[in-house]
């Protein structure tokens, strides 16, 4: 079953094409990753995907399962199942980890006609999470991401993701900035999410967090299009090459 | 007290100039309804000071017993007053009282100050060496000037809620320092007609702390006006001014914050800190930090900062599924917890604690 797909999509910042025609299926199951240099639009897909502001959508079109993304407000393609980890996730100040995400899950089981989740059953689960992304618990005490450092923000998505337990997931360099060992830990995590229901797109640079979570594909972005795609392999050609042997 | 009798208006005050319009300090509310005779005096429902507490004694001015405490502190915390609604207000009030938490008390005194309505009063407040006070007050309408003096290791912590009022009002708080003390100011503020909040801090002694918070939510055509200045009049002590606020609709907020760092005042820590976020393209904010320092071996910072919500912000709530006018909701709200905690000031600003 196809859970996302992206038909010749055409996006604009300011007038200024970015994405010149993108094409991606994800089937269930699948995880898709994403490389390609500073620049090349990959942050612009996704977050026009999850209905940023600022971005013209010119030519094409985008859908999950059957529901148009391109006609829902950003709140609504939350609620049907997609998720975006951001590669700069923006401090809230004073906003409670544990109150966002517990109005973020009520949100999304509302919009599914379920009644609030208990909070002493949500509490158990995100404790359970925090502490499976090697998380210190009290960071649930702070304002969400607030004085968070680059690592913990990235694994703090992570939480996010397993919480609200989406269908899709775009992964925007949740691996930057990460030390060996929490790599590993936000490889886990995503691994955790990976399941024959939901899809990946995996934004990333590095080889490195490929081998721990296996691509069944990966696509090369050059100049807001995908110019190449291939099995894993592809990600050891590019660590070794570069990208200079795919523009032309 | 016996409020003289006044033929002219507004009165002339020798040595004190009448406030005009379009300028400092009154560069964007007007201050004639403040001077208008008719804005207060007339109607007759003054405040009341309560107390249970053991330590806290509770006079009116005109009682002889307080003669001495009058003689010697009022008019003359503030070193450079001359503060024509502050004069007026002498000439006008009929309600003052004294309040005097006294050092017999080891624990903590209480009291509650209902808020007036419509008329000029006076508070002095005298908190003796070593002795705590908690106040609560109530602010609707009219002209209120509040003086305190905290004598050597004294604390006094000020619970000040104003509520949501049709009226003009004006606040004028002097509060001066001595050793050791501590100030603890939470001021928590609804709309008003034409609210004015001066409130002056004078740094007496050395090892001595003050806090001014203070939030405010502003709808319709409300006006708030928030004059502040800590003096650091000697060295060694700390202060720490930090105060948001959000205008919805048409409402207007002016917030005038100055450090004053005196000669020889060195080891001074001082910071103030005021933040603005508007709901409107038709509401105006008008914020100015200022500092005057005249002593460099001091740690001193301040900012002022005025816009809307930020959108990426709010996308990274919406990205989660939460609604847009709840997403708003949260961070206006989170705004205002950043500096406001108390539970009752969180009520009053309409925030779920
Ligand atoms: N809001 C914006 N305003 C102006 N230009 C933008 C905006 N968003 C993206 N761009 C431009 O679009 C291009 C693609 O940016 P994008 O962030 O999508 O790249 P990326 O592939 O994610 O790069 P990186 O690997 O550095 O994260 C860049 O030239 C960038 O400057
Ligand atoms: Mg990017």
Not at chain 1, 121 to 150: A, C, H, T, W, Y
Not at chain 2, 338 to 344: P, R
Request: one cysteine or more; hydrophobic letters at 35%.
């Amino acid at each position: 079953m196809t859970l996302l797909d992206i038909v010749d999509l055409h996006i604009s910042v300011e007038e200024r094409e970015i994405i010149k025609g993108i094409d991606l299926q994800v089937e269930a199951g699948e995880i898709h990753a994403i490389m390609g240099p500073n620049g090349s639009g990959k942050s612009t897909l996704t977050n026009a995907l999850a209905g940023q502001e600022g971005y013209q959508i010119n030519h094409g079109s985008a859908h999950l399962e059957d529901k148009d993304l391109l006609e829902l407000s950003v709140e609504e393609r939350a609620r049907a199942g997609l998720f975006l980890a951001f590669q700069y996730p923006v401090e809230l100040p004073g906003v409670s980890n544990v109150e966002f995400l517990k109005t973020a899950v009520d949100s999304l089981r509302r919009a599914n006609g379920l009644d609030d989740i208990s909070t002493v059953n949500f509490m158990k689960e995100l404790r359970q999470l925090v502490k499976k992304l090697d998380l210190d618990p009290e960071i649930l005490k702070r304002g969400v991401n607030e004085g968070f450092s680059g690592g913990e923000r990235k694994r703090n998505e992570i939480v996010q993701l397993l919480c609200l337990k989406p269908r899709v997931a775009l992964l925007d360099e949740t691996d930057s900035g990460l030390d060996i060992d929490a790599l590993q830990t936000v490889a886990r995590g995503i691994k955790e999410f990976r399941s024959p229901r939901t899809g990946i797109v995996l934004v990333t640079h590095y080889q490195r967090l490929l081998e721990f979570v296996q691509p069944d594909y990966v696509h090369v972005m050059l100049d807001g299009r995908l110019v190449r795609s291939g099995d894993a392999s592809l990600a050891l050609e590019l660590e070794a090459k570069g990208y200079a042997w795919l523009e032309n | 007290m016996k409020p003289r009798e006044i033929r002219e208006f507004p009165p002339n005050i020798p040595g004190i100039e009448i406030p005009r319009a379009r300028k400092d300090p009154w560069r964007y509310t007007t201050p004639e309804p403040f001077i208008n005779e008719f804005s207060y005096g007339l109607s007759n429902s003054p405040s009341t000071p309560v107390s249970t507490s053991l330590g806290v004694e509770i006079y009116q001015f005109n009682n002889p017993e307080c003669a001495q405490l009058i003689e010697t502190y009022v008019g003359k915390v503030a070193p450079r007053g001359s503060n024509y609604l502050t004069a007026l207000n002498r000439l006008y009030a009929k309600h003052g009282y004294v309040i005097v938490a006294k050092s017999s008390n080891k624990g903590i005194n209480h009291v509650n100050i209902s808020s007036g309505f419509d008329c000029c009063e006076r508070y002095l407040i005298i908190i003796e060496e070593n002795a705590k006070l908690s106040i609560r007050e109530l602010t609707r309408s009219g002209n209120r000037v509040i003086e305190c003096v905290l004598q050597k290791g004294a604390k006094l912590e000020h619970l000040r809620l104003q509520e949501e009022t049709l009226d003009f009002e004006f606040n004028h708080t002097v509060v001066k320092l001595k050793e050791r003390s501590n100030y603890e100011l939470i001021q928590a503020s609804r709309g008003g007609r034409l609210r004015r909040n001066e409130i002056e801090v004078y740094i007496a002694g050395k090892n001595t702390r003050v806090n001014l918070s203070g939030a405010w939510g502003l709808k319709e055509a409300s006006h708030l006006d928030n004059q502040i200045t800590v003096n650091h009049l000697v060295g060694k002590s700390t202060s720490e001014t930090c105060f948001h606020g959000i205008v919805h609709d048409e409402s207007k907020a002016i917030f005038n914050g100055k450090i004053y760092i005196a000669p020889g005042a060195q080891l001074t820590d001082a910071s103030l800190q005021n933040k603005n976020l508007a709901t409107s393209e038709k509401a105006e904010i008008y914020t100015k930090p200022e500092l005057e320092l005249y002593a460099d071996d001091i740690a001193c910072s301040h900012g002022a900062t005025s816009g809307f919500l930020d959108p990426k912000q709010l996308f990274y709530l919406r990205s989660r599924g939460i609604e847009q006018t709840e997403a708003e909701t949260i961070l206006l709200n989170s705004f205002l917890k950043e500096v406001v905690e108390d539970e009752e000031a969180l009520e009053l600003l309409g925030l779920p604690s």
